[in-house]
């Protein structure tokens, strides 16, 4: 293993979980994208980059943090190994990111899809508002152009899809382009 990362204390609610094993060349993204999150996973793509084979990507997370997002996905891209995302359960918001910087993307049949604009919370002055409102929207374009790369829709639907929260099953999700495949379950099992 190279590196653990667990937040669930209460002064952080969200739980965010980022787990590295070597031997199997897998990276787990659980939880919620966060700065810890990425400082486990950066040095650990580093790390399984410097070895020859594929790399797997577990993905179950309903977002987080956008320049964690943005980093990780980065990261990934620059990457010289083959890369593969799977996601369980749900992969959100600047998650769906992570999982378009992998090669290849999988889903698990049950999981959900959600693509969204960006939002800030914000206590600040008119000025630093509307510069705020500048930033998520060019962050929110960028996203949308990395959703319309692969996907099988126009960037204007994306772009109308990402006005509200937009969910999709496994199937509506590699539909759009947004995925690969689908894990299937086997029939019987020993």
Not at 19 to 24: D, H, I, P, R, T
Not at 91 to 101: G, K, R, V, Y
Not at 117 to 142: H, P
């Amino acid at each position: 293993m190279i590196k653990k990362f667990r937040n669930d204390c209460e002064e952080a609610p969200d739980f965010s979980y980022a787990l590295a094993n070597e031997e199997s060349r897998e990276i787990y993204l659980v939880g919620t994208v966060s700065e810890e999150m990425s400082s486990a996973v950066l040095p650990a793509i580093r790390q399984l980059d410097a070895t020859k084979g594929t790399v797997a990507f577990i993905i179950n997370s309903s977002g987080g943090e956008v320049d964690s997002g943005w980093a990780m996905y980065d990261a990934i891209q620059l990457m010289h190994n083959k890369t593969v995302g799977y996601c369980y359960g749900v992969c959100m918001s600047i998650a769906t990111l992570i999982l378009q910087a992998c090669d290849k993307r999988i889903l698990s049949p049950n999981c959900r899809f959600m693509i969204h604009n960006g939002s800030v919370a914000c206590d600040t002055s008119y000025a630093e508002t509307v510069s705020l409102i500048r930033e998520i929207e060019g962050l929110s374009d960028r996203h949308q152009r990395v959703l319309a790369k692969r996907a099988t829709i126009s960037l204007d639907k994306i772009k109308k899809m990402c006005l509200y929260d937009t969910y999709m099953s496994a199937e509506e999700t590699v539909g759009a382009g947004f995925a690969d495949g689908i894990l299937v379950v086997p029939k019987k099992r020993r």
